[in-house]
């Protein structure tokens, strides 16, 4: 890993952001800081340009973050879109729209029971 990329990565594993789990979640902090370190190794990694290995790592924040928070959780979205937006810097466009959709899909869900 790059200094810049160790550079970006380091204050985040001090930093409390708007990242916050659902009440009664069984994630400890621990788990919570885990998820946020490994979600900006994802990134750096991608800023590298090492787009299959981004791609593993925003697999499996997306996966921590669905499993904890739940699959229609603003993070989780997130999570996913950066996992589409990865599919399809490798070419895997197809597969990039179908997540692309699905995620549109659960945010409509999601803002539909909000009203």
């Known amino acids: 890993m790059s200094v810049r990329a160790v550079r970006t990565v380091r ?3 001090r ?9 009664g979640s069984p994630a400890a902090p621990a788990e919570i800081d885990s998820v946020r370190v490994r979600r900006e190794v994802a990134a750096a990694l991608g800023r590298l340009g090492r787009w299959a290995e981004a791609l593993d790592a925003y697999r499996d924040v997306a996966d921590a973050r669905a499993r904890t928070l739940g699959a229609a959780h ?16 490798l070419g895997r466009t197809a597969e990039a729209d179908a997540l692309h959709r699905r995620v549109a899909a659960l945010r409509q869900e999601r803002a539909a029971h909000r009203r």
């Open 15 to 23: 930093s409390r952001s708007r990242y916050e789990w659902a009440a």
């Open 74 to 89: 603003l993070d989780a979205l997130a999570s996913r879109g950066e996992q589409a937006q990865c599919l399809a810097r």
């Open 11 to 13: 204050p985040v594993t």
